[in-house]
């Protein structure tokens, strides 16, 4: 027996939905946050990583140790389209997280400091 026939099918879709979940920021060093991201409740994308470059920020998708030394993503937008989209999705979810915990920080300092003034 020889080598299976490469068979390719191809499912067109309408618009892609990104549900993107921010598990850790980080605010010093080149690695910003680690996220996952679930498209269309149908598949999951772990160890994305949210990096800073000297063009600002970037996405880096999981990826391998190639035997030549080189790292090779093990999964990946397809078309320039998707990677733009995919990019922005998660780079939009960081962001609003970070606008998120710089509120919570803000209102639990100023919390802290009303009781600090009335126990005076």
């Known amino acids: 027996m020889g080598k299976s026939p490469n068979i390719k099918n191809k499912v067109e879709s309408s618009e892609l939905k990104y549900d993107v979940k921010i598990q850790s920021i980080r605010p010093e060093g080149t ?3 680690t996220a996952t991201v679930n498209i ?3 598949f999951a994308v772990r160890g994305i990583k ?4 000297s063009k600002g ?4 998708m999981p990826s391998f140790k190639a035997g030549n030394g080189e790292y090779k993503d093990i999964c990946f937008p397809c078309t ?10 998660v780079i939009k979810a960081y962001e609003n997280a970070l606008e998120q915990s710089q509120t919570k920080d803000a209102e639990q300092k100023s919390t802290v400091g009303s009781e600090q003034t009335m126990t005076m």
Not at 50 to 53: A, D, I, Q, R
Not at 57 to 60: G, N, R
């Open 31 to 33: 690695l910003r946050a």
């Open 40 to 42: 269309n409740d149908a």
């Open 50 to 53: 949210l990096m800073e470059g």
């Open 57 to 60: 920020l970037f996405v880096s």
């Open 80 to 89: 320039s389209e998707s990677r733009k989209a995919f990019d922005q999705a």
